[in-house]
């Protein structure tokens, strides 16, 4: 319990830590952004320009001419009252709404290409490490060689152009069909999976070859520690000791890796996303960068920070749990 | 009456090939474990002890290879046991507490996962409720309490306990032969007394024969019946733990028994072995200890002795240790 307390505490400070951290950096962009926007306001409503300027600067909660700690203190009112502010480029967008679209789409595309990508490196790494040399082996080596050559957005650009021009099997772009009615129904389901084959392919490929050699690395190591020697001269059978000795060691380090990549995949791949038009928090990403949409770039940085600092927690709680060597702390 | 020997090693060579060369690390070894006896194996390290003793459970390690040899069990040569038939030879006829003792268990099972595993991998049809009781004996033997202890995850045992544990372990399956790899280094003296008089009551108790590989000289005057003296890949002395002691012959095991601390009370001629130990990958000709040997003769350079009888129950190999020569052991 003591454990779990200090963990939270220690994920509370960072999630401090990161709020004024991102601030921080956003603001000292140079230029003032609400400047034209208060400008065009001003001569659109036959206002003042004071007058647009703080009506612009209360609509963003954004206001770069206050002094830095002010601003500061706006803003966690804000964040406070779960407001972040609306998009720039679509004033009726709040970006709180952007979130709730896109974040589900990217845990739904992530958590499937991780689960997927996770087993299969699992099972082949363990597999390479039992097995030196042969055919699997050299097999496995030459496709993580390969895939890794290749930036994961090349990928998405052949599967699409394999998939969806030349042989028309997948949408071009889009999270379901306009045909169908979201819900709990069986046409809808079907459709958001057929949607995400390519997205959840292409990450797959490209994360499968790092989990092989992770665990390949892992196990390996494993097999040479004196427990499975131990093991060994006790007459234990090799489908055990390989299940029992290397593989649940050896896994240990991987799930807990597995949780922090789950945070880390939050941020969906921009490119891969963008690829296929998959409007999850990747093509959000990169089209809030493109487009210099900085409140909105800033609330996206912000919630796919508290997931990589929740995943780190999870990792933390999941390791105490699987290694009895962590509970006594 | 011929003593009875439970493990007879012959002519048994391993190598290991490393960047450099390939050493012997085992060398033409000829050896014999007496039914029922303590035989001690000692040499300093980089011997060969653990290598000989691996050999023994045909557990060669992965970049070792046998060259020639073999290594009797009850008739039947270990080293060409394979797959279910070499399994069940393993820990079922012959235990080994590794010198690496205190990492030989998995880190995520518990004592009584670690002990019901191995006892159902030798006996499929064996019930768990029937065999608790055993390891219960078995943990009480060892001065331990069964209760607790079974519970535990091997991070949660002292030095001393994990040890304990593995003697008891090495008895699950009551094998006929146990070998100990230097059992006590990792322990202050007093539980080093401690486990040997555990071990010393276990062999009283089950008649069990037992291979004690130690460098540690004054290890063996306490426990061991039987003694033999490694140096660099080869057997150089053997014997009854009296008559080595009493009429040492070889250069190398006079050293080691005389500069071993407090053993004998002769601080007269107490001195430290001179040289440094052989590099085994490029090996003197002839014995490997004449660069260090203060009799070294002619003959030394250029041959290597073989191990000869001397005595009743005493073997060494040794140019100048035979009757009537210079170091000599019954004048
Ligand atoms: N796995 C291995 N790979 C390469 N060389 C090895 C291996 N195991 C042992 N050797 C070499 O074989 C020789 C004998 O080693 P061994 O472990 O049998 O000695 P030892 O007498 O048990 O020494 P110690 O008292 O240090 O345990 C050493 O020179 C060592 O370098
Ligand atoms: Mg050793």
């Given amino acids: ?329 | 009456m011929t003593p009875k020997n439970i493990i007879e090693v012959r002519d048994l060579t391993v190598e290991f090939k490393k960047p450099k060369g390939s050493l012997l690390a085992v060398n033409h070894v000829d050896f014999d474990l007496r039914e029922g006896s303590v035989t001690a194996l000692v040499g300093e390290s980089g011997s060969g002890k653990t290598t000989l003793a691996f050999t023994m459970l045909n557990i060669v390690n992965t970049t070792g290879k046998i060259l020639s040899g073999s290594v009797n069990y009850n008739g039947t040569d270990v080293l060409k046991l394979k797959g279910e038939q070499l399994r069940r030879y393993r820990w079922k006829e012959i235990s080994m507490i590794f010198q690496s003792a205190q990492s030989s268990l998995n880190p995520l099972m518990t004592i009584q996962q670690h002990f019901w595993e191995t006892y159902l991998v030798h006996e499929p049809e064996a019930d768990e409720k029937k065999v608790i009781p055993r390891f219960f004996r078995l943990l009480e033997d060892v001065m331990l309490d069964p209760d607790r202890v079974l519970k535990l995850y091997p991070h949660e045992l002292s030095g001393g306990m994990k040890q304990r544990v593995m003697i008891a372990f090495s008895m699950l399956l009551s094998p006929r032969v146990i070998i100990l790899d230097e059992p006590t280094t990792a322990l202050d003296v007093i539980t080093q007394d401690y486990i040997f008089s555990i071990l010393d009551k276990i062999h009283n108790e089950t008649g069990i024969s037992m291979l004690l590989l130690t460098h540690d000289i004054g290890v063996v005057a306490k426990v061991a019946d039987r003694i033999a003296v490694m140096y660099a890949g080869r057997i150089v002395e053997v014997g009854d733990i009296f008559t080595v002691f009493r009429h040492t012959a070889h250069p190398y095991a006079k050293a080691l028994i005389t500069t071993a601390p407090s053993l004998l009370d002769t601080d007269k001629d107490k001195e430290p072995i001179k040289g440094s130990p052989p590099d085994l990958i490029d090996l003197p000709p002839g014995c490997a200890f004449h660069p260090r040997c203060p009799y070294a003769t002619e003959v030394c350079r250029e041959k290597c002795p073989a191990l000869t009888m001397i005595g009743e129950d005493h073997y060494v190999a040794c140019h100048n240790s035979l009757p009537g020569k210079g170091a000599a052991a019954y004048e």
Wanted: one cysteine or more; charged letters at 15%; hydrophobic letters at 50%.
């Fill in chain 1, 1 to 329: 319990m003591n454990y779990f307390l200090r963990k939270l505490g220690t994920s509370l400070l960072n999630l401090i830590a990161v709020v004024v951290t991102i601030f921080i950096v956003l603001h000292m962009m140079p230029g003032d952004i609400i400047e034209p926007m208060a400008r065009e306001e001003a001569s659109r409503l036959g206002i003042t320009y004071e007058e647009a300027y703080e009506r612009v600067a209360d609509r963003y909660n954004y206001n770069p001419q206050e002094p830095i700690y002010q601003q500061l203190v706006r803003y966690v009112k804000g964040l406070l009252r779960g407001d972040l502010g609306t998009s720039m480029l679509n004033p009726k967008n709040t970006v709180v709404s952007i979130l709730s679209v896109a974040l589900p789409w990217t845990i739904f595309v992530v958590s499937i290409s991780l689960i997927i990508s996770f087993i299969l490196g699992m099972q082949l790494g363990a597999l390479m490490a039992i097995r030196k040399r042969g055919i699997i082996n050299n097999s496995i080596t030459f496709y993580v060689t390969i895939v890794s050559a290749i930036p994961s957005y090349i990928i998405a650009i052949i599967l699409s152009i394999i998939f969806v021009y030349q042989l028309r099997l997948f949408p071009k772009s889009g999270v379901y069909s306009i045909d169908v009615t979201p819900g709990f129904n069986m046409p809808f389901i079907l459709s958001v999976l057929h949607y995400s084959v390519l997205p959840i392919t292409t990450y797959v490929i490209t994360s499968t070859g790092g989990w092989i050699l992770n665990m390949k690395g892992s196990s390996v190591h494993v097999l040479g520690s004196d427990y499975v020697f131990a093991a060994q001269a006790r007459g234990i059978p090799e489908k055990i000791i390989m299940r029992r000795y290397m593989k649940k060691n050896a896994m240990i380090p991987m799930i807990t890796i597995l949780a922090m990549a789950f945070g880390g995949m939050i941020g969906g791949a921009p490119l891969i996303e963008g690829q296929f038009q998959y409007l999850g928090m990747g093509a959000y990403l990169a089209k809030a960068l493109g487009e210099r949409d900085f409140i909105l770039y800033q609330g996206l940085l912000l919630c796919i920070s508290i997931s990589v600092i929740l995943a780190n927690l999870v990792a933390d709680l999941l390791y105490s749990k699987l290694d009895p060597r962590i509970r006594l702390e």
